[in-house]
């Protein structure tokens, strides 16, 4: 039926009227019927249900299974193969990602410690010049009050 409706291309109207079967129960069976839509729709209700500390043990645990090891092991658990390999993805992409925003983090440290050190020297650079330019206008006061002020 459902090859009838996809090869000759007849109507769901039509189709449902000929079969008696309801044209929404037609849609939903030919989204289904489309390559890899049942299997990513059950992968995202079963990746919601399982919580993440679960699936992360579920990846490990079948990390060093076979197809057909790991096919008797997901049996056990009721889970489906592309579930384990989809977390294991996620898993490897978080793992990178974390890696990568250390090593980023590790050289803006860096970054911000060797401005640090600049702004301190700089700062020592210019405390003492402010210390030398404050004895200066001492001894001025000084030697003014001692010889007169000359500059008027």
Same mark, same amino acid.
């Given at each position: 039926? $459902?090859?009838? @409706?996809? %090869?000759?291309?007849? /109507?769901?109207?039509?189709?449902?009227?000929? &079969?008696?079967?309801?044209?929404?129960?037609?849609?939903?069976?030919? *989204?289904?019927?489309?390559?890899? =839509? #049942?299997?990513?729709s059950? &992968? +995202?209700?079963? /990746? #919601? +249900?399982?919580? &993440?500390?679960? +699936?992360?043990?579920?990846? !490990?645990?079948?990390? /060093?299974? %076979? *197809?057909?090891?790991?096919?008797?092991?997901? =049996?056990g658990?009721?889970?489906?193969? *592309?579930? !384990?390999?989809?977390?294991?993805?996620?898993?490897?992409?978080? @793992?990178?990602?974390?890696?990568?925003?250390?090593?980023?983090? =590790?050289?803006?440290?860096?970054?911000?410690?060797?401005?640090?050190?600049?702004l301190?020297?700089?700062?020592?650079?210019? #405390?003492?010049?402010?210390? #030398?330019?404050?004895?200066? $206008?001492? $001894? =001025?006061? +000084?030697?003014?009050?001692?010889?007169?002020? *000359?500059?008027?």
């Open positions: 039926m $459902l090859r009838r @409706m996809l %090869n000759e291309g007849i /109507s769901m109207s039509a189709l449902a009227r000929e &079969t008696g079967i309801a044209e929404g129960t037609l849609y939903r069976w030919r *989204e289904a019927a489309k390559p890899n =839509r #049942e299997t990513v059950i &992968t +995202k209700k079963q /990746s #919601e +249900k399982t919580p &993440t500390s679960r +699936k992360f043990a579920i990846v !490990v645990q079948a990390a /060093s299974l %076979n *197809e057909a090891e790991l096919a008797e092991y997901c =049996r658990k009721g889970l489906y193969p *592309e579930h !384990v390999k989809a977390w294991r993805a996620q898993a490897e992409q978080a @793992m990178a990602g974390t890696m990568v925003c250390a090593k980023v983090h =590790r050289e803006a440290l860096g970054f911000e410690k060797k401005r640090r050190s600049a301190e020297r700089e700062l020592n650079r210019k #405390e003492k010049a402010l210390a #030398e330019t404050a004895a200066l $206008l001492i $001894l =001025r006061k +000084k030697a003014a009050a001692i010889w007169g002020d *000359e500059e008027k």
